[in-house]
């Protein structure tokens, strides 16, 4: 039974957009198991339209305060909610008639932030390692129901249910909340997130590896140029060794991490930006023969570890269910030769996959480095979905899957759609991964069809 969440403090402010933004803090148990084991503070805004009506002493009032929610889960995992008045949906969202809540979701953001520094003052590696475990989405699912619990405290019964809107590990959270709190549920929306119901991750890294080759080849057909350049750029970062080059963060742009910017080809306008660094890197070298401070600021910013140190320690573990991860990335990587630094062919970029080796080449991993390690080679992880529950499922939900999404196997999403009663699907292959934010207003229109439209 998950106890409605302690409001610690909520503050509103009127924003340029005609938008009423509510700033609240949350107090909830880190274990909700072990509600001694200490409580984490979580961050959300909520935004609503801001709206002065002709008559304020309008007995509908109190009804207006009472629209629906809309819970936006954040993709990830460890990365923050961009405030409403900057995410591309906000406005189509509260034109349906909901007020809208962006979650940091525990860990990130203001929400109890988990870096380097704040996780050395839990404790030795093993305390660090075992406080890391409460980050995955069952805790955050739990956090979810606590929080609808205290913002709709005063609502009528039959308006305390909440709407989810998922995308990437979002709506990974999101199938989470319907095997385990469906109860809470009025609507799910799920956006590239329907996620692979597996064990462990070896056979996501299969699929993936063979999407990212594809990509590579989109790549050098649209850049040929590129082949050369790449080339250069990975056999100065080899010259010296993996420290050759240091960042401003005083981490290391090896090879490998150079390689990791593959992660950019499954969004849209992503080849174009791997081209543009790599051009202007390639550039720096013909001029100068090093790296100047902007090529390397923006290489650096290109893969924002440093400051989601989550998104690289738990990003395994997603997929474990009574397994350890074990560096599965690394390991299943062997397989595929076309990621070869040596090779003779096109160096290929590597995807959305998390390396051993980042742990000494990012310098705020480099400080975790000893827990990181404790959770990869972790293995009693519990359960994220509930085959028999989603089987039964009586919560519409509404997805969209993109065939050659990067991230998300596009077969495993729609065997996930099969398991879960009732899901239905929009399917595409004119758009990525992040078509939420990039094209928005086409893939919100085409998801909330399948709920407001009728096929015969």
Known sequence: MITAAKILEQRTHLVPGKLKITEHFFEVPRDYTKPSAGNLTLFARSARKAETPADNSDPEDKKRSQLPWLVY?????????????????????????????????????????????????????AVQANYLKSFRADSIVKDCEAIRKALTAEYPADKKKWSVM??????????????????????????????????????????????????????????????????????????????????????????????????????????????????????????????????????????????????????????C?????????????????????SKNGPIYFTGEMMFPFMLDAYSELRKVKAPAELIASCSDWPSLYSPDQLAQNTVPVYAAVFVDDMYVDFDFSMETAKKIKGCKTFITNAMYHDAVRSRMDDVLKAVWALRDDVID
């Open 73 to 125: 889960l954040q993709g990830g995992p460890g990365f923050e909610c961009r405030s409403p008045q900057n995410n591309a949906c906000t406005n189509s969202l509260l034109d349906k008639g909901y007020q809208l809540l962006y979650l940091d979701q525990r860990g990130t953001g203001l929400s109890t932030p988990v870096t380097a520094s704040t996780l050395g003052l839990r404790g030795n590696d």
């Open 166 to 319: 998922g995308q990437s590990f979002g709506g990974f959270c999101a199938t989470t909340y319907l095997s385990f709190y469906p109860e809470g549920l009025k609507e799910v929306f799920v956006f590239g997130g329907l996620p692979p119901m597996v064990n462990g991750p070896d056979e996501v890294y299969e699929r993936t590896y063979k999407k990212v080759i594809q990509r590579n080849e989109s790549y050098y057909r649209k850049y040929p140029e590129d082949v050369e350049r790449v080339k250069k750029i990975v056999t100065l970062l080899q010259k010296f060794g993996d420290s050759t080059v240091r960042l401003l963060s005083e981490g290391s742009l090896s090879a490998r991490r150079f390689q990791q910017l593959g992660l950019q080809f499954g969004f849209h306008g992503g080849v174009d930006a791997v081209h543009e660094l790599v051009l202007r890197a390639s550039s720096d070298l013909t001029q100068f023969g090093h790296f100047t401070r902007g090529t390397l600021s923006a290489l650096e910013q290109a893969l924002p570890v440093d400051e989601n140190i989550l998104y690289a320690i738990l990003h395994e573990p997603l997929y």
């Open 321 to 341: 269910e009574g397994t350890a991860s074990n560096w599965s990335a690394e390991r299943v990587l062997q397989k595929y030769p076309e990621f070869s630094l």
